[in-house]
């Protein structure tokens, strides 16, 4: 029967040095991952990536002549950021913070970058500024006219609860059918 079979004795691998038994191609199981993965069995690094990233930001952007904004044209995510690939992290990172570490310089530490221009597809380093996350939503809370389901937000109809914004007139419908709801029993 086949699985009574003794196993052979595999051949170590042929790399010097190295006594691990080989798997393909004489190697072990290291050596030929770094192989496939470098191109080389010998290799420890990855492959450094051949075109800056400035070009490559710069070539994946759209100049709007009238804002300034270099409109993201690759990778828009649903929140409507801009990502990119970016090697020494190794995975997808948002392409407006690469731009201004790219062009700018590192984003101090506790800071967010904030749109000036309020399009989150621009990556213009021009356009973005550190600051802290509660000027970041204060200064976004200002912008909005408007609730989602299209109230206004005035001084009659706009309250704060723990510092958010909150329209005053959602806020009751929610109360009356959570009230509504208790007096069927379904709450």
């Known amino acids: 029967m086949h699985y009574l079979r003794e196993r052979r004795a595999k051949k170590p691998c042929t790399i010097e040095g190295c006594g691990k ?39 994946k ?7 300034g904004c270099w409109t993201w044209t690759a990778y828009i995510a649903k929140d409507g950021y801009g990502r990119i690939y970016y090697q020494p992290r190794k995975g997808l990172v948002l392409a407006h913070r690469l731009s201004y570490e ?3 310089g590192p984003i101090p ?27 970041n939503i204060r200064r976004g809370d200002a912008v909005k006219q408007q609730c ?6 005035d001084a009659a109809n706009t309250g704060y609860s723990k510092g958010w914004k909150r329209c005053l007139t959602c806020h009751r419908e929610r109360q009356r059918e959570y009230v509504r709801r208790k007096k069927n029993g379904a709450a």
């Open 21 to 59: 038994p080989s798997t393909a191609r004489g190697w072990c199981s290291a050596h030929n991952w770094r192989w496939k993965r470098h191109g080389d069995p010998l290799s420890l690094k990855p492959p450094v990536d051949p075109i800056p990233y400035s070009e490559r930001i710069i070539g």
């Open 61 to 67: 952007v759209r100049t709007d002549e009238a804002t």
């Open 102 to 104: 790219t062009f700018i």
């Open 109 to 135: 530490a506790g800071l967010v970058l904030d749109h000036l221009c309020r399009n989150r597809a621009c990556v213009n380093p021009q356009h973005l500024e550190p600051v802290t996350v509660a000027e």
């Open 148 to 153: 989602p389901q299209g109230h206004p937000y």
